[in-house]
């Protein structure tokens, strides 16, 4: 497609389920970034991906937050035992990365809404 | 590490009128990039300007336009000519320069309702 692509739209979990929320980014994307965005909040950094390579993780809250990305494409942020905390706008953004770096736009995804209860 | 901050929760404004949302920030960088975010209720995060902390002009893009001043830290977006389509928030965001895998960090946000 065209722009980043987030999957599910909403997700309602209970407190203590594992959930896993997908960003496929734009086709050719070498950066891929997570944030977390409450209620109400500026989005939050939570990981980066170039390729398949988690560079770094340095906002992922807890130890029961996990992100992949092992093809250097699809990516999926997993959390696991959620609780109320957890509940947040969760967006995926990705950008093209030049040789020699430089900072590109980052596009973002709609973004998944997950409600813990 | 870098702090961003919007002191307008919210800004209304008539149609067809100028509107100015505030940005400050602190860094000790002397080079990086401002954004300025629009977040309609879709959620989806669109780049509405970007300005290079190394050029002095101010970043123009139709009916917005940022005035910039790196000495005071601050990074405000004018809209001309308010529509109904403006209605969204609107996020600062700040970038170190540099390698690609650098993040945008983003201050709290400023609701802004166009009026007809």
């Known amino acids: 497609g065209a722009g980043v692509s987030q999957s599910p739209r909403y997700k309602v979990a209970k407190r203590g389920q594992d959930v896993a929320l997908r960003c496929d980014p734009i086709s050719g994307h070498v950066s891929l970034f997570w944030y977390q965005q409450a209620l109400g909040q500026g989005p939050e950094f939570l990981t980066y991906f170039q390729n398949e390579a988690q560079l770094d993780k340095s906002g992922l809250p807890s130890d029961r937050f996990f992100a992949e990305r092992p093809e250097g494409s699809v990516s999926t942020l997993k959390i696991q035992r959620t609780q109320q905390e957890d509940s947040a706008v969760y967006l995926c953004?990705?950008?093209?990365?030049?040789?020699?770096?430089?900072?590109?736009?980052?596009?973002f995804g709609d973004g998944t809404r997950l409600s813990i209860l | 590490a870098q702090t961003v901050t919007q002191s307008q929760p919210e800004m209304s404004v008539q149609e067809a009128e100028t509107v100015t949302l505030s940005c400050t920030y602190d860094?000790?960088?002397?080079?990086?990039?401002l954004f300025w975010y629009k977040q309609p209720p879709s959620r989806q995060m669109i780049l509405v300007i970007r300005q290079e902390a190394y050029k002095q002009q101010n970043a123009t893009e139709n009916r917005f336009s940022v005035n910039f001043q790196k000495a005071a830290k601050s990074f405000s977006l004018k809209i001309s000519d308010s529509q109904l389509g403006d209605t969204a928030m609107y996020f600062c965001a700040f970038m170190k320069h540099g390698n690609a895998g650098n993040m945008l960090t983003f201050g709290g946000g400023t609701r802004l309702m166009v009026k007809p």
């Open positions: 860094t000790s960088e002397n080079n990086y990039y």
């Open positions: 953004a990705s950008s093209l990365a030049l040789p020699g770096g430089g900072n590109q736009p980052q596009h």
